[in-house]
């Protein structure tokens, strides 16, 4: 696709439930990154992938947290057991790979509310 | 460690004006890229900028300008003659080259223009 897209753009849901976002990369790039945003908050980073794997899964704030991305491309952030807390706008990003690219395009965001 | 520090979380200007948002960082690495995004009322992320450590040349883009000063660790973002399409948050960041590009979040500056 031109841009990344996200899935849904909204998610309402009931504490306790699981969740699954989905990102889709810009056709093509390789690595890509999962946030969260917090109300009145910057940018959390969560968790990176080149093609399939995770490196870098420092960000991840609890073992309820997971991604997995396959084929490459479309990646899932799923968040077990949801908490009020995990109330956010989960945003992805992706960039090309290559080395020294570094700008990430990022997509619209999942707003994820828990009751 | 890496941080991006944001001091102003809000500021109101008259449209017509020219405003400053001021962003400091941390970093020990000598090679990093510092960038700044906006974020309008509709969420998405837009990049606007990005700037290599080894080049401390201000950079202009219409009525956009970028001082970028290694002495003090500082990456102001000047906007001149304000308009309201401008209101927006505006995030300055950090990519440590070592660190997988991940990008480094300030909390951000709430820009509002007034007419």
Do not use: M
């Amino acid at each position: 696709g031109a841009g990344v897209s996200q899935s849904p753009s909204n998610k309402v849901t009931e504490k306790g439930k699981d969740v699954e976002l989905r990102c889709d990369p810009i056709s093509g790039h390789t690595a890509l990154y999962w946030y969260r945003q917090s109300l009145g908050q910057g940018l959390e980073f969560l968790i990176y992938f080149q093609g399939n794997s995770a490196p870098d899964k420092s960000g991840l704030p609890s073992d309820r947290f997971s991604a997995e991305r396959t084929g490459g491309s479309v990646s899932t952030l799923t968040i077990q057991r949801t908490q009020q807390e995990d109330s956010a706008v989960y945003l992805c990003a992706s960039n090309s790979g290559l080395a020294g690219v570094i700008e990430q395009f990022f997509g619209p965001g999942t707003r994820l509310t828990v009751l | 460690a890496q941080k991006v520090t944001q001091a102003q979380t809000e500021i109101s200007v008259v449209e017509k004006e020219d405003v400053t948002l001021d962003c400091v960082y941390e970093t020990r690495d000598t090679t990093y890229y510092l960038f700044w995004y906006k974020q309008p009322p509709s969420g998405e992320l837009v990049f606007l900028i990005r700037r290599n450590s080894f080049d401390e040349q201000n950079e202009i883009s219409g009525r956009y300008s970028w001082n970028f000063q290694k002495s003090t660790s500082s990456f102001n973002f000047t906007i001149t003659a304000s308009q309201v399409v401008d209101s927006a948050v505006y995030f300055c960041a950090l990519s440590e080259t070592h660190r997988d590009d991940k990008i480094i979040f300030g909390k951000g500056t709430r820009l509002h223009i007034l007419p």
